[in-house]
């Protein structure tokens, strides 16, 4: 993996920045997109027909919504392979959010088809649209130490923090925890919301002094202001936290690791889903909570509260 080429599947919200990025870093990429139209506007970044151009490159880089998609534009990519082997050492990068066990999987039919010429990565990234712009990233790589090191100039023209966290699908298993995390606070922090905007109180005046405090966070400072302005212009949509928590369901059932958070917050996003807002920004799960707490009864105002909370004391 010595030539600074490479190839990228997938340009929408956050491969688009984060091929941009490593063109931006004098590296050659040559990329395919179902639309075309983002080639307009990505420069340094030539556009392939189709996955299986892609097959001589040393990395190839795959920033799709999830495995199955995956296994879908690579299916031409690995026919090729089974017909004439690729370069020895060949390096295909997911770096989407994906199941841990699958893209263990996923590796072995890349062995095969590539008769063991090629190898799979799993890199998944946090940082949101804002990171993937800016170069931000933080990725998780799941890897022999030897294929990091060697893919590691790359990660970087995307992230600032890039780290090995073990063997194929330690990285997808660490991006599941982050989910975890992220979900359930933001999903909190909505929480917080609603109760204090049902209350009388200013959700910006909260999350003020929230963020002074034990509470404050990197999800309060980034959501947060979506959540306060209500504003679900998606950066993300918001259905893949579903599929992220279920990640780690699963994940936790293989181990024997108990996951309440997880078994919540699944549920919380399910519903957020059933109601249609799955392709909105993550910050919707406010009015998630919104939707559920219309349904119900106020049994009394604020200040009938405050009086018997004075009483109580």
């Not at 296994?71 to 089974?82: H, V």
């Not at 034990?214 to 209500?230: E, F, Q, T």
């Not at 369901?249 to 181990?255: D, H, I, P």
Request: glycine letters at 10%.
């Amino acid at each position: 993996m010595t030539s600074k080429s490479v190839g990228f599947v997938g340009l929408g919200l956050m491969g688009a920045p984060m091929a941009g990025n490593i063109a931006k870093a004098g590296w050659k990429v040559t990329a395919w997109n179902r639309s075309a139209n983002v080639f307009d506007r990505l420069a340094g970044v030539r556009r392939a027909a189709n996955v299986a151009e892609l097959r001589q490159e040393d990395i190839i880089i795959f920033m799709l919504p999830d495995l199955p998609f995956i296994e879908a534009a690579a299916e031409d990519l690995l026919e090729s392979w089974r017909a004439e082997a690729p370069k020895p050492g060949t390096a295909v990068v997911i770096m989407s959010s994906v199941s841990p066990a699958a893209v263990q999987q996923f590796g072995q039919t890349v062995h095969q088809a590539s008769r063991g010429n090629a190898v799979v990565v799993d890199a998944p990234v946090s940082g949101g649209t804002a990171g993937a712009r800016s170069g931000t990233l933080a990725i998780m790589v799941g890897a022999t130490q030897g294929q990091f090191d060697a893919l590691k100039p790359l990660l970087e023209t995307m992230g600032t923090t890039v780290r090995r966290m073990g063997p194929l699908g330690s990285g997808s298993l660490a991006k599941a925890c982050n989910q975890l995390i992220v979900g359930t606070t933001t999903a909190a922090l909505a929480e917080a919301a609603e109760l204090a905007e049902r209350s009388g109180m200013d959700v910006e005046a909260l999350y003020e002094v929230l963020s002074g405090g034990l509470a404050g966070s990197r999800v309060l400072d980034i959501v947060g202001p979506r959540l306060s302005a209500k504003n679900y212009e998606p950066t993300g949509p918001a259905k893949f936290m579903h599929k992220d928590l279920g990640f780690v369901v699963f994940s936790a059932e293989a181990v024997g690791s108990a996951v309440p958070m997880a078994s919540a917050a699944i549920d919380l996003y399910a519903e957020l889903k059933r109601q249609g807002l799955g392709d909105q920004d993550l910050a919707v799960v406010r009015q998630t909570l919104a939707n559920l707490s219309d349904a119900i009864p106020a049994t009394a105002t604020t200040s009938q509260l405050a009086s018997k909370e004075g009483m109580n004391n």
